[in-house]
């Protein structure tokens, strides 16, 4: 039985590849003969450059750059060639801006930024390169990627790169550089790989979605709205919004899908004219994994949470799709199961496996990761594989 095991990082504690090599180790014990693939997966957050570079062969190079609250931190750039000799640079955004760089006191969604971003990709537009793909997700930051767009040149680093809370103080002549910084980018393809689909504002957009988990109250997370929603409005008096050509309506940017992802950076780096493209669809393509999967016989994929994001195109649910399309069954592990049966069906998974089925085993599954995954993956491989 060929078996590929392709899991996302297990937030907080397994990256995807020690989440990938705890599920073989546990596998191989139970079922030695099946033959295993291991391809670690990301949906744009954290772990996305390393998927990357272990998958797709280029040369990496690493900066420092400006962390969310300052401190200085590496980031890496790979930069990969097509057969038509087109060169892309892969960024991920979490190595600048990710919410794992802070310790639990320095976590505050209004006063991170994203400058450090923005000196990221000033590092791969110097590589002369003909497509930048960003890696979205996991980040600190809340400040509509305002931080970045002053990296880049288009306002000042004190009122943009404060921190998302300060945004409120904005005027149009702030951003009097936006037009010239989008126009570093012209000849470039630009993408924002984005692991959410939410808008920038709004009951589903970056502040009321995700500003809590970064360390907002509930009142800051409402500050933070109002903050955003004045900064696109005075971005709205800069660069007039677009007309959508299919329905004739205004296109506004801080509208469109993925537009709230890390915090509003898909925002940003759309008003320098990025499209955006999900993140999971970008790595499952640069990994190879329809032809991984078509040849399969289960396809075994995971997380940290099996929740209710998960339904919203992140790793596992790209994944079953995938195993759907080529009639491979497909199944999960995770930290812990927070759906129902009948939602991981309607995934297109046929079973769903958590290592702490109980809250009382959560503090156990958290202390030992690789050990309570590896034998969960055992008791996987029992019920799986014909050959044990
Ligand atoms: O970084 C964030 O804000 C979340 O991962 C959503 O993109």
Request: aromatic share 2%; net charge negative.
């Given at each position: 039985?060929?078996?590929?095991i392709?899991?996302?990082?297990?937030?907080?504690?397994?990256?995807?590849?020690?989440?990938?090599?705890?599920?073989?180790?546990g596998?191989?014990?139970?079922?030695?003969?099946?033959?295993?693939?291991?391809?670690?997966?990301?949906?744009?957050?954290?772990?996305?450059?390393?998927?990357?570079t272990t998958?797709?062969?280029?040369?990496?190079?690493?900066?420092?750059v400006?962390?969310?609250?300052?401190?200085a931190?590496?980031?890496?750039?790979?930069?990969?060639?097509?057969?038509?000799?087109?060169?892309?640079?892969?960024?991920?955004?979490?190595?600048a801006?990710?919410?794992?760089?802070l310790?639990?006191?320095?976590?505050?969604p209004g006063?991170?930024?994203?400058?450090?971003?923005?000196?990221?990709?000033?590092?791969?537009?110097?590589l002369?390169?003909?497509?930048i793909?960003?890696?979205?997700?996991?980040?600190?930051?809340n400040?509509?990627?305002?931080g970045?767009?002053?990296?880049?040149?288009?306002?000042?680093?004190?009122?943009?790169?404060?921190?998302?809370?300060g945004?409120i103080?904005?005027?149009?002549?702030?951003?009097?550089?936006?037009?010239?910084?989008?126009?570093?980018f012209?000849?470039?393809?630009?993408?924002a790989?984005?692991?959410?689909?939410s808008?920038?504002?709004?009951?589903?957009?970056?502040?009321?979605?995700?500003?809590?988990?970064?360390g907002?109250?509930?009142?800051?997370?409402?500050?933070?709205?109002?903050?955003?929603?004045?900064?696109?409005?005075?971005?709205?008096r800069?660069?007039?919004?677009?007309t959508?050509l299919?329905?004739?309506r205004?296109?506004r940017?801080?509208?469109?899908?993925?537009?709230?992802?890390?915090?509003?950076?898909?925002?940003?780096?759309?008003l320098?004219?990025?499209?955006?493209?999900?993140?999971?669809?970008?790595?499952?393509e640069?990994v190879?994994m329809?032809?991984?999967?078509?040849?399969?016989?289960?396809?075994?994929?995971g997380?940290?949470?099996?929740?209710?994001?998960?339904?919203q195109?992140?790793?596992?649910?790209?994944?079953?799709?995938?195993?759907?399309?080529?009639?491979?069954?497909?199944?999960?592990?995770?930290?812990?199961?927070?759906?129902?049966?009948?939602?991981?069906?309607?995934?297109?998974?046929?079973?769903?496996y958590?290592?702490?089925?109980?809250?009382?085993?959560?503090?156990?599954?958290?202390?030992d990761?690789?050990?309570?995954?590896?034998a969960?993956?055992e008791?996987?491989?029992?019920?799986?594989?014909?050959?044990?």
């Open positions: 039985m060929h078996v590929i392709a899991p996302d990082c297990f937030t907080g504690t397994l990256t995807a590849t020690q989440a990938a090599e705890a599920i073989a180790e596998w191989r014990r139970k079922a030695p003969d099946d033959l295993l693939s291991v391809v670690p997966l990301s949906d744009g957050g954290p772990g996305f450059l390393d998927v990357l998958s797709v062969p280029g040369d990496s190079s690493v900066v420092t400006a962390g969310p609250r300052g401190a931190v590496p980031a890496a750039l790979h930069i990969t060639a097509d057969e038509g000799g087109r060169r892309t640079a892969w960024v991920e955004s979490a190595q801006i990710g919410l794992h760089l310790e639990v006191p320095e976590r505050d006063l991170t930024s994203t400058w450090g971003l923005g000196e990221l990709l000033e590092a791969a537009l110097a002369d390169v003909d497509r793909v960003v890696g979205l997700g996991g980040s600190s930051t400040d509509a990627g305002a970045m767009l002053a990296a880049l040149g288009a306002g000042p680093r004190d009122v943009l790169a404060g921190g998302g809370a945004l103080a904005t005027r149009e002549g702030d951003l009097a550089g936006l037009a010239a910084a989008r126009e570093r012209a000849g470039v393809e630009l993408v790989a984005t692991d959410v689909a808008p920038l504002l709004g009951l589903q957009g970056a502040s009321a979605i995700f500003s809590e988990q970064k907002a109250t509930p009142e800051q997370s409402q500050v933070l709205e109002g903050a955003l929603g004045h900064f696109a409005d005075q971005v709205r800069v660069l007039p919004p677009g959508d299919l329905s004739g205004e296109r940017l801080d509208k469109e899908p993925g537009a709230g992802a890390a915090g509003g950076v898909g925002f940003g780096l759309m320098l004219g990025a499209r955006r493209a999900s993140g999971v669809e970008i790595v499952l640069a190879g329809s032809r991984l999967v078509a040849a399969a016989d289960l396809v075994i994929t997380e940290g949470s099996l929740d209710w994001q998960s339904l195109g992140k790793v596992v649910a790209g994944v079953a799709e995938l195993a759907a399309a080529h009639a491979t069954p497909a199944v999960a592990l995770a930290g812990q199961v927070l759906i129902g049966r009948r939602e991981s069906m309607a995934l297109g998974l046929s079973g769903a958590a290592v702490a089925d109980r809250e009382e085993d959560v503090e156990a599954a958290m202390a990761p690789v050990g309570t995954l590896r969960r993956a008791r996987v491989a029992v019920t799986w594989s014909p050959r044990r």
